[in-house]
């Protein structure tokens, strides 16, 4: 078994909403560092809520160690997972939490 990536970055709320909900009929799971918007996005959250699929949050720093406001995520409930204060090796291992929920062999390398 293989696994497709598709990468997407925005700075814009509503068109990670767009994509999220484009990827209900087109993908398996979902990946997602909202930066900033875990924090204060309920739109977010009621995307990933909607779509149906198994997102798993990443987030480069360690959110817990930084600002007091930063700690709360509103994506996490919905979430399969979250990963954060991995630096770039999170996505990597978000990557292999997803393949595994999805039954498939966990084979993502380190970029």
Do not use: M, W
């Amino acid at each position: 078994k293989t696994a497709r990536l598709e990468f997407f970055q925005s700075n814009h709320e509503g068109a990670l909403i767009d994509f999220l909900h484009e990827q209900r009929k087109l993908a398996h799971g979902v990946i997602l560092n909202a930066g900033a918007l875990t924090h204060t996005s309920i739109a977010l959250h009621d995307a990933i809520e909607a779509i149906v699929l198994p997102v798993v949050e990443v987030h480069i720093s360690n959110t817990h160690a930084r600002e007091g406001f930063r700690h709360r995520s509103f994506i996490s409930p919905v979430c399969l997972g979250q990963v954060t204060g991995l630096g770039r090796a999170g996505y990597t291992v978000a990557t292999n939490l997803l393949l595994d929920h999805l039954g498939a062999p966990a084979a993502a390398e380190s970029a």
